[in-house]
């Protein structure tokens, strides 16, 4: 594919994880004719032709190794001058109380590195491109967003090392936002229950619910609202923007 030969007004958006829930959900909201939109999927999903059919970009790419996360580097570095935004999104939520769950060992390295090493990676690698969308525009700053989760600010008796995760991520926001400053704004999204899995029992549901004071499972839209706040802003930076539905106060 050639390099666009207009980069700011072409400049991609890059999100993690987007063949489902919130990630497919960001991608159809943002994608437009001047910021397309780049999705990258790890299992096939019924939602990918959707994507193909309205221009969005699809990747494949299993992210659970470095040498994996190194190739999507370097294809998108193959393809494009310059990125607008990158939105990790990308995650598991594997929980130590299952009782066929994996290995402490396994959870704990597999949390981390889709969590915390596959962002670090990524924004190292493609943080010139984010650099160079700003350059191009002018008066714009690119966007680093992780999605996260409130439970950093309290761990989770059930999700550990996935709580110990999202919070070295939240972590890497605080950093990568010192330095990569001006150019691009880096933050977290912290949320609490968007929405449940297919899996969910009612008794569970009831149980989740009742964990806010909003008492809402508020589907994938609010996160969409979340990373569209971030992008329009030209003055947050390295911050947490929490859509919890006043759990802390529950
Ligand atoms: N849903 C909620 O209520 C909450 C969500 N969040 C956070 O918000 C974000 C979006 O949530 P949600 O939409 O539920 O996320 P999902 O659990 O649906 O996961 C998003 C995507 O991540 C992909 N993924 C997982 N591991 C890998 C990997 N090793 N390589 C490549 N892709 C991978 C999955 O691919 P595949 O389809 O192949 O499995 C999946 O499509 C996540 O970061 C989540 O932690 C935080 C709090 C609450
Ligand atoms: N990657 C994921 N992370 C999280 C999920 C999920 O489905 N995938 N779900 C939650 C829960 O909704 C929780 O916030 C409330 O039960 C958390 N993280």
Same mark, same amino acid.
């Given at each position: 594919m050639e390099k666009p030969s207009n980069p700011a007004s072409q400049s991609p958006i890059l999100i993690t $994880? +987007? +063949? =489902?829930?919130l990630g497919l959900a960001a991608a159809l909201a943002l994608h437009s004719e001047t910021t397309p939109v780049i999705v990258t999927y790890r299992n096939n999903t019924r939602h990918l032709d959707q994507l193909q059919r309205l221009g969005i970009q699809t990747i494949h790419a299993d992210l659970s190794t470095t040498g994996a996360v190194l190739a999507l580097v370097q294809t998108i570095k193959q393809q494009y001058n310059s990125l607008r935004a990158i939105i990790h999104n990308a995650s598991e939520w594997l929980? %130590? @109380? *299952?009782? =066929?769950? %994996?290995s402490p060992e396994m959870i704990f390295d597999r949390m981390m590195h889709i969590h915390a090493k596959v962002p670090y990676l990524i924004n190292r690698q493609l943080s010139p491109l984010l650099k160079q969308f700003a350059e191009y525009s002018g008066d714009c700053s690119a966007d680093i967003i992780h999605m996260t989760d409130f439970i950093i600010e309290k761990g989770s008796k059930k999700h550990i090392a996935y709580a110990a995760s999202k919070a070295a991520l939240h972590n890497l926001t605080l950093s990568f936002a010192a330095q990569l400053a001006p150019n691009i704004k880096v933050n977290s999204i912290a949320p609490a229950l968007l929405m449940f899995n297919e899996h969910d029992d009612e008794a569970y549901k009831q149980h989740a619910l009742q *964990?806010?004071?909003? *008492?809402? @499972?508020? $589907?994938?839209q609010e996160g969409v609202k979340a990373i569209r706040y971030l992008l329009d802003s030209d003055y947050i930076t390295g911050r947490s923007l929490s859509i919890d539905g006043g759990r802390h106060l529950a």
């Open positions: $994880g +987007g +063949g =489902q829930r929980s %130590e @109380a *299952k009782e =066929q769950s %994996e *964990k806010s004071l909003m *008492k809402l @499972a508020p $589907g994938e």
